[in-house]
């Protein structure tokens, strides 16, 4: 999956970005990264998630 392009990074090398954002009760978690596709990390970030892992 491609993302959408942001214009004005004063800068920066603009181009796609993405934030995986993970809400808990008590915690706030925002990962932001560029690319044309979400690096590994974030896929391996997601399936913990997705797994259940991360339960209050």
């Given at each position: 999956?491609?993302?959408p392009?942001?214009?004005?990074c004063?800068?920066?090398d603009?181009?796609?970005?993405?934030?995986?954002?993970?809400?808990?009760?008590?915690?706030?978690?925002?990962i932001?990264?560029?690319?044309?596709?979400?690096?590994?990390?974030?896929?391996?970030?997601t399936?913990?998630?997705?797994?259940?892992?991360f339960?209050?």
């Amino acid at each position: 999956m491609e993302l959408p392009s942001i214009i004005g990074c004063p800068g920066c090398d603009d181009g796609p970005i993405g934030t995986l954002t993970v809400f808990t009760e008590t915690d706030f978690y925002a990962i932001k990264f560029e690319g044309l596709k979400p690096p590994k990390a974030i896929e391996g970030i997601t399936g913990l998630i997705t797994a259940g892992i991360f339960k209050e």
